[in-house]
């Protein structure tokens, strides 16, 4: 196990009935609030009546900024800033899922900052301050709920960026499985990728000093991640299902599966924002995209991890390391394929014929974020296999 | 899974040469420090030497309160309410175990209180304020080092009570795997059984309606409790053994395995807890002879769930929930045995005769943590078990 810091302040109240505490807990941190969210699917769910009820019930004064779309832009990023400036509003409230949590987050950032905000993407300046975050969470992904870290894409120049800082982290994250009802069969199913890849991409960075802790529990919310994914598929309604998701998806990516792994790097993470800033597509369905195929690409490198992953989670049994990875990463494949999420570029409409544009555009991030071992032609390896 | 406020904010410095950044963490939160600890052995294993040293380095003045025992008692809670009053103390650093640092929680809370502390463990007063606390942990089980609870034995009466406010919860705690090498073989297996019974006890609270991902997370940590306690038997300076049990026994007891189960109870420390404050018996041994008998008495009320432990632990084949249920009790039991914690009242020389007054001291506090199943008569019949 490596060295390392565990800090995670954020605040969870979960289970039904608790977004009637949202203004509660907003007049602990300001005395006006910035209502950000997404394209109205809260408002035919009900989740925005419940919440405006709350702000109304404890009297906090908002002002709301609508329109946050999968794949968050900068622009909106901008309009926020202003409109908090403008409006006098001294905490953000995020009502979404991850797309509005990190909007809000570059937000909260945004404000306190005397700069453009996409210098905190672009590497070139850290995060000092930003108004404190609540958040009401819709869609159970990202975990962006209760960690530090935010993801934007630059509408201008094509690029889907991250930043990290403990002052965005949310104090406070609202999280109530029955919100999850309403999401499409599509998101229920990128859902479940985007966790799964947080998790795999920690997992197969365990490697020396082996730690068995974090195999274990990666193994475990991914156990459960799968499960209660097809309980919800079948029955959308099914509150322990969503529930069981929910807390695993925020636990897949709160630092805790991580801690000890030493610098975990973000491959398909990187490789699947190319096709989110291109092609706008859904976060989730870059992932499982790229996920088996940077798997297929480096299961030869550390057969023994990738045939782990297959035997504890698929039940394979053959002995030999090396047929047992390729057939676990075939039966994720399967798996994504079977709950409805592409594995693909052919079935997303993505022409071969781009990959070398896709390539260039994931080499960019490869090199904002550091990653020295994907050159122009390893990343175009992967993609290959992503036909 | 049932509603639940999940909230952690203590910061985890995890890992080697972490203990020379004690004094710039102090000086995050005080001028003065008052550094409490154990009997002795942080001077023969090097760690004091490591402490006074990054104390100095950070020029931070600090007065001293030595001679915390197992089974922390409240009349040095009291001498160093005192001592902390007397010399300006402003910051509380403790340096040891759960003995330490519960010690240290009480006169935490104890140095902001205007009436006797004991009121906050009795149940008459709660917490409202108390000085900060660093920990530097040197014995793993108790997972104090991240949670908001105490336990102090009144000696004057004879009772083992507890308290819980998140004001006494450490702000940062250091975790050095390798301060765990000089641990003695049985304070090593009394450890491992203070991490199991933590996690069983809010396992076996969790029934309906179940919550899979808690059952899963707490079986991953108890594989890697028992893997790595015998690691460490064998190696005592295993350093990834260490990190892997100093870590698992942090998350068996830091809210995270017992969030949606609901109110959790803990029998099995009630029933050991009488065993300590009468016989001084080392909490962890305590431990090991009540859960295996607690286990027995209550398993045919869910005969599944103890047969889900058998099976997923000991890997028990038996298809009949009951019988696999009474197999995987004995080969805990039998664990236990094996590492060398005691499982028998017999074991520790306390007489059978004594069992109605060691029942009569577990019912007085059955009564304190509103228990109410565990009338006398149920009392004495789990500890027949465990003679």
Known sequence: MQNFVFENPTRVLFGKGNIARTGREIKCFGKKA????????????GVYDQVISSLNESQVPFTELPGVKSNPVLSLVYEGIEKA????ADVILAVGGGSVIDTAKAIAAGVMADHDVWEFFNGKKRIQAALPLVTVLTI????????PAAVITNDNTSQKFSTRSM???????ILDPSTLFTISRQYTAYSAADA????????????????????RLVEALMRTVMESTEASLAKPDDYEARANFMWAATLAFNGMTTAGMG???YPAHMLGHSLSALYDTPHGASLSITLPAWMAYFSACNPRKFARLAREIFGITDPDDSAAAATGIERLRAWF???GTPTSLNSCSIPGSDLPAISANAHGLAQVWGLKDYSPGVIEGIFELCR
Chains 1, 2 share one sequence.
């Not at 400036?85 to 006098?88: A, D, F, L, Q, R």
């Not at 992904?141 to 960690?147: F, G, T, V």
């Not at 002052?167 to 994250?173: D, E, L, R």
């Open 34 to 45: 910035l209502l950000v969210y997404g394209s109205g699917s809260i408002k035919k769910n």
């Open 196 to 215: 799964i890849t947080h998790m795999l991409e920690g997992y197969f960075n365990n490697t020396e000093p082996h730690s068995p802790l974090q195999d």
């Open 140 to 147: 159970s992904a990202s975990a962006s709920e209760m960690n």
């Open 263 to 265: 610098a975990v790097t």
């Open 85 to 88: 400036k403008g409006e006098g």
């Open 337 to 339: 394929e079977k709950i």
């Open 167 to 173: 002052f965005i982290q949310p104090k406070v994250s």
